[in-house]
Each structure stands twice: as structure tokens, then as C-alpha cells.
């Protein structure tokens, strides 16, 4: 059933960014970022200038090959094969696919595209995999260095959208930077992997819950003898960060073992030491 899910969120990404690509980003004359805007920019280019119709599907295709042996090299197996699976869904349904569209306002093209291609994107993150090209850098990149790249990879995106702005007009560039800069804002909203908090724990019980957030997560805890000012008792604080994804379970336990616990969560901007991340299957 993992598998079927995984495969399942791959394919509704697949039609949502083949969809989105066939009526926001084609009607609106949109870059969506990316090899996937590039690709949208060669094929504009070459109907525009030379007036040749060359596939996206295609140009979009070979534009991966690059990443997805990085990925099958530095990320895992698993983890590109079902990127792999987007991918060329992606490449057959944008050229099956007609084009619609939906609106002709550039602002509600910008805003509602750039909403779709980042769900579309967080359900193939979801899935542990990636809709391909620079996500496949934007993750590498996230895992090795620790970081949440994808406002990295949008400045870069910034390179190509100056060149488009040259090539078909500045007002085209800017609703292209509204598109991504939505589309990164739902990814960092409602994708986690990367996001750290810090814990802290005031409990009577400190063996056992530095035991549950080493079984759910398998990070570690420091245990600091301490005393409460107003009771004059002694406790016991527990530090400890964890992943945002795996937040919601720890308190649970916390609460379980301790309901009278008190937590403190801070969202965590920078950290220095090893860390250890769920490596990619």
C-alpha cells in the first residue's frame, strides 16, 4: 500500500503540473522555473523567431538526465525511480493534454498557477520523490548542507526570467516571478522535511521521554538538572531538536507520558553539528 500511495501521488502530480502547464502557464505566457520554465522558453523562442514547434515533452525530458543521475547517485534509487515516473508523465501528458484556458487575467494566471504547480509539487515530495530538474539540485543540495534551498533555487530561476525578459517582454518576466514566488511560498508552507525545532522539556519524567523522541526520530537528548523558582523543586529540562514533520507525534507522546510537561518549541534557523536527516530510499 506504501508503494501504490507513493506511485499514486506521482501520477495526480504529473496531471496537475501537465494540466497547469497546458492552461496558467501556456494561456498566460508564463515561466514556471526551472528546467521546466527553460524548456517553456526554448519552445516560445523557436516558434517566435524561427517559427519551429519543437516538443516540450522532449526538451523538458533531456533537460533531466543531468539530475536524475545525480539523484540515482547521491539521493537513492527509490527516490528516482519514482521521480523518474512524474517525470515522464509529465513529458507524455503535456503533449496528450489540450490546451485551455481557464482565465486571460495575468495576475490570476500568476497567482492560481503558481498555487498548483507548488500543490502539485508537494504531493511528489510527499511521495519521497521530485517533479525533476532543479528540484533534484534543490534537495541534494538541502541534504548535504542542511538547508532549506528552495528560495536558492528561486534566485537562480531569477537568471532566466531577466533572459525571457529580454526575449518576449518584461511584463511576462514579472508575472513569471509572481508564478514562482507563490509556488515556492505553498512548498515551504506545506513541505517540512527541512524545518528544525528546538525542544524544550520541563518533566518529571525526562528518562522516558528522551526515550520516545530517541524511538521516533533517532536524534538524542541532553538532560539538565534544574530547579523550579517557584516551587522549589527539583526538575529536569530536556534539549533536543527535531524535525517539524515528526513534531506533532512527540508532543503527543510528551503529553502521554507527562501531561503536567511543559514544552517549549522554538523554530530552529541555524544548526551547527551533526544532524542526522532520513536518508532517501
Not at 258 to 279: H, Q, S, Y
Request: charged content about 15%; some cysteine; hydrophobic content about 45%.
Amino acid at each position: 500500500m506504501k508503494e501504490f500511495r507513493r506511485i499514486l501521488l506521482c501520477m495526480v502530480s504529473a496531471i496537475l503540473i501537465s494540466l497547469n502547464i497546458n492552461s496558467f502557464v501556456h494561456t498566460g505566457g508564463i515561466l514556471p522555473g526551472g528546467f521546466s520554465g527553460l524548456s517553456v522558453m526554448i519552445v516560445n523562442a523557436a516558434e517566435k523567431f524561427s517559427g519551429v514547434n519543437l516538443s516540450y515533452g522532449l526538451i523538458y525530458l533531456l533537460f533531466n538526465v543531468f539530475p536524475i543521475l545525480l539523484s540515482f547517485r547521491k539521493l537513492g534509487k527509490k527516490f528516482t525511480i519514482y521521480s523518474c515516473i512524474n517525470i515522464l508523465l509529465v513529458s507524455v501528458l503535456t503533449t496528450v493534454f489540450p490546451y485551455y484556458a481557464i482565465t486571460y487575467d495575468p495576475l490570476l494566471i500568476s497567482v492560481f498557477g503558481g498555487i498548483v504547480n507548488g500543490l502539485a509539487v508537494c504531493l511528489c515530495l510527499f511521495a519521497n520523490a521530485t517533479s525533476g530538474g532543479t528540484d533534484f539540485i534543490s534537495i541534494f543540495i538541502s541534504e548535504k548542507y542542511g538547508i532549506d534551498a528552495w528560495n536558492y533555487i528561486m534566485a537562480g530561476n531569477v537568471v532566466i526570467l531577466i533572459l525571457a525578459g529580454f526575449l518576449f517582454g518584461w511584463d511576462k518576466a514579472l508575472y513569471s516571478i509572481i508564478f514562482q514566488f507563490v509556488s515556492v511560498q505553498i512548498i515551504n508552507t506545506m513541505y517540512k522535511h527541512y524545518k528544525k525545532n528546538t525542544l524544550f522539556i520541563v518533566t518529571a519524567y525526562p528518562h522516558e521521554i528522551a526515550e520516545e523522541i530517541h524511538k521516533i526520530t533517532e536524534h538524542g537528548a541532553t538532560e539538565i538538572e534544574a530547579r523550579g523558582a517557584y516551587e522549589e523543586k527539583p526538575r529536569t529540562l530536556i534539549y533536543s531538536v527535531v524535525g517539524s514533520e515528526e513534531l506533532k507525534q512527540i508532543l503527543k507522546e510528551i503529553h502521554r507520558i507527562d501531561p503536567n510537561a511543559f514544552v517549549n518549541v522554538i523554530r530552529t534557523e541555524l544548526l551547527n553539528g551533526k544532524f542526522i536527516m532520513r536518508p532517501h530510499d
